[in-house]
């Protein structure tokens, strides 16, 4: 869908189970796939403040309190180019992602 509509996005809830985690930069992940290389993988990008008040509404960081839960979270799925790198510099090779930017943890709910 958000291949499709590139390089806008779609704007939407999304639902999920976060099937794996991850952090780079300032960013936390949430993934829906195992591999997060996978092209059916949804991506939620969790900027610094939403992860602040996650944490403080979860107890937890989000990358433990979400793992393993089923998730609805409310954006924009936008296809995301991800630059493969060597020696700290690009290469012409690349895939995408599709990912929905959370900047306040209202977006996202658990699911009951």
């Known amino acids: 869908m958000a291949a499709s509509a590139a390089p806008a996005g779609v704007e939407g809830v999304f639902?999920?189970?976060?099937q794996a985690t991850g952090a780079q930069g300032q960013l936390t992940y949430l993934n829906s796939e195992q591999d997060y290389r996978d092209?059916?993988?949804?991506?939620?990008?969790?900027?610094p403040e939403a992860v602040?008040?996650?944490?403080?509404?979860?107890?937890?960081?989000?990358?433990?309190?979400?793992?393993?839960?089923?998730?609805?979270?409310?954006?924009?799925?936008?296809?995301?180019?991800?630059?493969?790198?060597?020696?700290?510099?690009?290469?012409a090779k690349y895939y995408y992602q599709t990912h929905v930017n959370v900047t306040d943890a209202g977006q996202i709910e658990v699911a009951k």
């Open 15 to 18: 639902a999920m189970r976060v």
């Open 52 to 91: 602040r008040q996650l944490t403080e509404r979860f107890g937890e960081h989000p990358r433990i309190s979400l793992r393993d839960k089923d998730i609805r979270v409310r954006g924009s799925a936008v296809r995301t180019t991800i630059r493969f790198y060597a020696n700290g510099k690009p290469t």
């Open 39 to 47: 092209q059916r993988n949804l991506t939620v990008a969790i900027a």
